[in-house]
């Protein structure tokens, strides 16, 4: 089992391996450095990660989850989460609830400070998942392993919101 204890200052975030980083204009925008927690502590239902941005950067586009709620603590730095609608500053210390639920629950944390913006993402670990992505207009389906955890996704769907084939076809 592993050590239920880890410091922050013991973790080493990384880029993005390449199958899941930014491409294109995207990458211009988006481009966290993330330490993953909660396989290192022994969580199975919890995932929690350190992300760390450089100025002007984002971890992921603006989306909502059907299934899982998020919680993000900031450690370091300032920014700002756009909520729904609503956008907030954020600053070291400050506890973000976000639900599960329809695009008035989508978030997105975007480092506008001068500095690094440090924080901790925890998240349940149900399955399956649906994202939106307001922005866009796309979603995508999440199936996670049987054994859980972030590192674990056999399945993943993404395709435009309205768009999809019979249920029929190919049958």
């Known amino acids: 089992m592993p050590h239920p204890i880890i410091n922050l200052d013991q973790l080493a975030p990384q880029e993005s391996p390449p199958q899941y ?7 211009d925008r988006f481009a966290p450095r993330m330490a993953m927690i909660g396989e290192l502590v022994g969580m199975r239902a919890l995932g929690c990660n350190l992300t760390v941005l450089a100025p002007g950067k984002r971890a992921f586009p603006f989306h909502n989850h059907r299934v899982n709620e998020e919680v ?3 450690v370091e730095g300032c920014g700002t989460i756009r909520i729904g609608a ?3 500053p954020l600053r070291q210390g400050d506890i973000v609830a976000c639900p599960a639920g329809g695009q ?4 997105q944390i975007i480092n506008t400070g001068e500095g690094e913006l440090r924080y901790l993402a925890l998240s349940t670990n149900m399955s399956p998942e649906v994202v939106e992505f307001p922005d866009s207009g796309k979603y995508a389906t999440l199936l996670l392993d049987a054994g859980g955890g972030a590192n674990t996704l056999p399945q993943r769907t993404v395709g435009h919101i ?3 084939v019979d249920y029929w076809e190919g049958e």
Request: charged content about 5%; aromatic content about 4%.
């Open 21 to 27: 980083a930014a491409t294109g204009p995207a990458a």
């Open 72 to 74: 993000f603590i900031v």
């Open 162 to 164: 309205g768009q999809s």
């Open 86 to 88: 609503a956008s907030h």
């Open 104 to 107: 008035e629950t989508a978030h």
